[in-house]
């Protein structure tokens, strides 16, 4: 078999998507998501200027070849720019590698190693009363595990928390969305919450709460030791990660389970953080981890260390690559719990999966291939509109993480 | 003072660099280099596509707060598509400052450290006689140091060696070239090289030597070892540093000193390597490193380890990044050496600077901000052409570091 | 330009202050701040004796060339007169560099990071009841942020309280008065003092506190854990670091945020302290860290590590560190906040400043170079009157850090 | 017994001392050596201004309160000026105690450890052949111990190697004479001479070696490891120590004994190379240490890990600090060498001494105290001349360690 083409398709069916297809001369075809969100034509222009000439007349099925012939063959590594072009690649050269052999893709990677797969959604409100009262209503819909994040007293607007009924951080403007933050005031409140969210749900039902990078080691230290009791699934994102071993005073104070990843795009990323035992989830997704054939490495990297996957699967990633991780998450022995927010009706109408959430959790069927169907006429309909993820700024004016 | 423009201009006047332009409303313009060989469209898709409307409006003269809303406001961190954008706004704005206060911009970075630059040149053969020759040759044109690259007994296309008369790896073509490579006929053949070499140039001489990231590290370790009578002034790229500790295995064997950088973006790339003292020389450069911002503190790190720079320089980043290595390396103390390949007459004609380059060093004099112009109207008569660097395979098809 | 001269002025309005000038050819003129408590003249006669004579005729615009000649052309390395005199010429030359272009110094050390510059002040009192008074009334004077001593139950004279109405440690006379110290009936007694200030003043405001290096490792390990559910901003000197490893004991059993470095002289003082992430504020101050030049490389390396700056801010440093720690804190990312006790009326007469102070923060207005005035004449009515920081002992007699 | 004054006198017999002399109410009096060449006034100042008042009414006998009085009482801790300062008065407590009690100084120190205590000394030539012969020389006259120092082909002006008779590196003048350097054609050189020295003297005589801070942690580890055939005593000052782990480098790549320490003040310049056994000999000198009470802690925590003693002693360090250094060296078991240059025979009309020198060693008489006396008169008639260390520049201008 070989590869006669790749198209890049960007659409914005209620947020914006950068879908790849790789073609090939037996008529079998896969599918990719490049989506980086605030950064989709850069990744857009990595595959098609670069990455298109290279692949035709390759065989789809050496896929292993392929991804070194990428990763090693930029020369320039790593980052999400690269590592998402190159994950879009992969994902889709598994999907027609399943689809030629009529199986749904966890057949190629090990088979079925569980029934389904459990996934949390967002619960958030303005203030502490609305989180607890929307925490409740998420969990009747019959969500298992919940993250929790809620307006700060004192604060404006915050990350996790929207005003519009789905959540969704990136604003279509000409330059980012502002937000505003103080660690004293959020450090102050959220053992509060999730004092009265524990109180109100009981014990049977996962907590999660997400920091987003904003803590220094020790602030998240504090954070982990105060919300011990209240047995948290995990925490998220306890503070900025470039230096690895910033996670080894947190692990140092703290049972609470941590977990990390979403901004990351390779196993160098995580690999002192595994090998050191001082996480307990690792967060990469398949399309921004650079595909199925280094996330299968990852999490045999992670199952060595009792690590789990939880991987990122906001609504900013498209659902071929929710179905990527899902794929994933059936095979590999050490799947965890898998982030699930919903899509807005546009994204279901472009995108139809075979994948079915219910109860809490996914299930897959027999579907050859990711299971993902992409409607290129009807994606056509939502032309791109340019959007950013906000920025955020300490009260007196200091650049600080989002 | 606010910035009104941001253009990104692509152009090929002998190979394809990506330019900068940040323009302001007090008519003082700034130039940035953009170029990351063979992703240059990625770049400049990420420039024009999700920075430019940011910056419109914002003061030049905040660099540091301009840096971290860029490198923390995409929030999708490091690798060299991002920090290359990054990295050519910062220098444009640095260009513009300097420009403003009319002084060069080694004023701003601390003045003047030493009087000159010392720059090296690469030497080439196809074999043993032709290398010695031609590293000969390059002495007698004045040059300190000289990387010396040899074509290897038994392999047919190895990295460092051109049939052309300019040394320029990357290909105007659809897809990459690809080379061949043998550990064991390297290995055998490099000792020998650098004892002809030095047998013949004698010791006032600085020889260096590129590994390309080929070696494993005890491979290395060999090579920094059996190189140890010739007294290199560097071992670069001894082997893949995505994991630094790689690098504890070669620095526990030789005392061959070690450089390695030239595809690192950012500190946390190289972090570990020199609070550990693993290398002595830190090879990013300006452009790929994220701009002046960052790179000042990544010097400032390394001077406390020893550690000097040795900025990459080929060809295949434009004047503009040459003239902020070059300001960057005039201020600080631990200044190293500068690559330095020279232009082929088109890019000169494109891009004429007020750094100077003779006998080995260069020096720069007291034109404000880089010193640097870009001819943009010539620039427009040498449109961009698809190029690629090579890629590497073993003997035996596997696919290989290049 | 060249230096053509440097003033050392010793003046004493309200208390002692040594103070440098650089003159040079082109009229512009920089100030530095040499004061070093209780050590002024080995200060004075470093600089007089020996460096203003390799001054003249050099640059001042050579920095960084400049700073390593002091540095390391003094052979005799570190230490606080040493570099407190380095300091001093390294914020003068700071200061004409940016008087001669016209902008206020931040500009030349990347801009504005921030709109406003939080102080914290101090709060004292004899016992718990006047403590908690005097707290709630420098909080209603409009600080964010207290630094909260205390004297201790059956200690007669102890850090951090005095009788006078302004609080100045130092005292004029022959020889330093003798306190005395129980680190027993201390560890008693904090914990008590700030369940109470913090029941008083709720959660609002931060609460810092200085154990001024009294403790060893592990005692100091017990007050921050006993201190956790206060939630101070800081544990100052939590232990004398003489061996920075002595930090480690107490990282490992407390989350309470830990500052140091008052008594630091270069980054060698702190340089395990910050890869280690043991302290959360390095405290250094610009003078007695060796200048502008040194702590924005010192800066760089904290904020790889999330450490905020705090620099050391008593009345015993001039208005011209002040500006300086205030420049360099507009201009750093990883500013935390700065001290700021006021001054006497006799030094602002002598000192005028162009920084502004309300409402718990500083501004910094667009004077150029440092923005600070050194009345001459009036300072000659203030002569240098000898002054000592007290000494410490035990009950028993033994000599204790002070 | 009470102090009743402490004197500080410059005086400049062939070089400037700092010499105090304190006063007791019972007539004994001590001398104590406060110079740091280069810095004397500093130092002086120090002593005169702020230490003299608070001795005053003091027991001298007490030398372990006013040790920590003066050093935990300064609260700015550390460094050259300081610490000579607090040495000069420790040494002038212990002469007068031990003048006091009849006895000569070691005695308080724990006796008598060895019969006569080795030294070495400079042999030096501006090339090869000359600095061969100036060792022989240097033997003839019957040292056991030679530290071999020469001109560098290509280099003008190098540490250790003087154009006059008496080797003197500071100069008078208004400012550091400049040197020059290049570590490259150093290492090319120095193995050259050790072999030609070796081959000269043979195996039955000490010799030593110091780099003077000048070489990165890899190119000391090179050159120890080139040397390794010639068996040296030690190497010295391999590399800049403010980082200690530096040391880790040279000492993982060569056994070449390492010696270290004339530039410390305190056991925490050298408390990690002692307990990582990084180093073989410890050079702080008593005067620059801070005097005999702490010298004698940090012979003792030498002891624990192998290290010897090897005292920093060239001619600008007074006879009184080389006495202390003699007793020092008799009572403890760790001794290992002492530096000794001789002194110029002003210098000798000023300073009287007991100690002995014969035949490559010192032996101590039973004078009391430090058995020496200052003529004041004499002194007198040499008054202080600024002088200055040199400093030293790469041929590029980078200023470098001297």
Chains 1, 2, 3, 4 share one sequence.
């Not at 950064?39 to 670069?50: F, M, W």
């Not at 992969?90 to 893709?105: C, F, Q, R, T, Y």
């Not at 925490?235 to 900025?240: F, H, I, V």
Request: negative net charge; hydrophobic residues 40%; contains cysteine.
């Amino acid at each position: 078999m070989k590869i006669t083409g790749l198209k890049v398709m960007v659409c914005s069916p209620g947020r914006n998507f950068v879908t790849v297809k790789i073609e090939t001369d037996k008529g079998v075809f896969g599918l990719g998501d490049a989506t980086l969100n605030g950064r989709e034509k850069a990744v857009a222009a990595y595959l098609e200027s670069h990455l298109t000439s290279c692949l035709i007349g390759r065989d789809p099925f050496d896929t292993e070849d392929i991804w070194n012939y990428l990763y090693k063959g930029a020369y320039w590594r790593r980052g999400p720019v690269t590592m998402t072009a190159i994950g879009a690649v992969d994902i889709a050269l598994w999907d027609i590698k399943s689809k030629a052999l009529e199986v749904p893709l966890y057949q190629l990677l090990g088979g079925k190693s569980r029934n389904r797969l459990m996934a949390y959604t967002h619960a958030q409100g303005q203030d502490l009363a609305e989180t607890v009262e929307d925490v409740v209503a998420v969990k009747e819909q019959g969500f298992r595990a919940i993250r929790v994040q809620s307006g700060i007293p004192g604060l404006k607007k915050v990350y996790g928390v929207s005003d519009k009924e789905s959540y969704e951080p990136a604003v279509k403007s000409s330059r980012p969305v502002e937000e505003n933050w103080s660690t004293a005031k959020y450090l102050e409140f959220i053992p509060k919450l999730f004092s009265a969210v524990r109180k109100e749900v009981g014990a049977d039902i996962h907590l999660l709460h997400d920091a987003h990078h904003r803590l220094s080691p020790i602030e998240a230290a504090r954070l982990g030791k105060e919300l011990e009791s209240y047995h948290l699934y995990w925490l998220e994102d306890a503070t900025a990660a470039e230096l690895q071993d910033r996670f080894r005073i947190i692990r140092q104070h703290t049972t609470t389970p941590l977990a990390v990843g979403e901004v990351f795009n390779s196993v160098y990323d995580c690999h002192q953080l595994m090998i050191e035992h001082l996480i307990d989830y690792i967060r990469m997704t398949v399309a921004h981890g650079g595909g199925i054939t280094p996330m299968m490495k990852i999490a045999n990297l992670a199952s060595f260390h009792n690590i789990k996957t939880g991987c990122h699967g906001p609504s900013d990633l498209s659902p071929i690559n929710m179905a990527a991780c899902l794929h994933f998450g059936m095979a590999i022995n050490n799947y965890g719990i898998q982030e699930y927010m919903g899509y807005p009706q546009e994204t279901a109408d472009v995108f139809s999966t075979s994948y079915k959430f219910a109860d809490g959790y996914f299930t897959l069927d027999e579907s050859p291939g990711l299971g993902v169907n992409y409607d290129e006429k009807k994606a056509k309909t939502f032309p791109y509109e340019k959007a950013y993820l906000p920025i955020n700024r300490l009260e007196d004016g200091t650049l600080w993480d989002w």
